[in-house]
């Protein structure tokens, strides 16, 4: 939990409402990009960590309070098509598959356990479609997902990272999201 807490104190932007890519210890100052992967995986990891917390955790509530601040935050950012960019607050960047899929699994996990309101159901369901439709390919590819990506300071580098068809950073991913979805599906029609 005290990673988290620190990842939230040092990269969390209040105005944007999402967590910078990066921060420099030596200078004391935060990257230029809004990564979308970098925030998928912390939402990713803070649904995984609830999952394991103990309930009675003293720092359980102020991780869900967090993991629902960054789910309101990144709703702001989805496109009308249910996508999330590359660059979460550049809507000229591409829609990205991983940063998609890493939100839907959050989400659908965090109402799936009781963690936030239902009412954030729909932001899942809209961004699965989106990727069922347009980015899982009849031949069962998941395509669109940004290759590796280091840190740096110029968002052309963002901006210009390649994309792979079956790229290993969303392969594992889109299942679990899948699983999590169907539960979330199966939950709904009781």
């Not at 591409?94 to 998609?100: F, G, I, L, R």
């Not at 901006?159 to 599906?185: A, F, Q, S």
């Amino acid at each position: 939990s005290r990673q988290i807490i620190n990842i939230a104190h040092y990269l969390w932007c209040p105005e944007k409402q999402l967590f910078y890519h990066c921060y420099y210890t030596d200078m004391k100052r935060n990257g230029v990009a809004f990564w979308g992967r970098a925030n998928g995986w912390i939402t990713v990891s803070l649904v995984l960590l609830l999952d394991e917390m103990p309930e009675n955790h003293p720092k359980r509530a102020e991780l869900i309070t967090l993991l629902e601040k960054q789910i309101v935050g990144v709703s702001r950012y989805q496109n009308a098509n249910g996508m999330w960019n590359q660059l979460l607050d550049k809507p000229e960047s591409y829609d990205e598959s991983s940063v998609t899929a890493m939100y839907v699994y959050g989400i659908a996990k965090a109402v799936n356990n009781g963690w936030v309101d239902p009412v954030y159901t729909r932001i899942a369901e809209v961004a699965w479609k989106a990727l069922k439709e347009t980015q899982i390919t009849p031949e069962g590819y998941f395509k669109n997902v940004c290759v590796g990506t280091g840190i740096t300071d110029d968002l052309p580098f963002y901006y210009n990272r390649p994309v792979g068809e079956n790229e290993k950073h969303g392969l594992g991913l889109i299942i679990d999201t899948g699983i999590e979805m169907m539960k979330l599906t199966k939950s709904k029609k009781k």
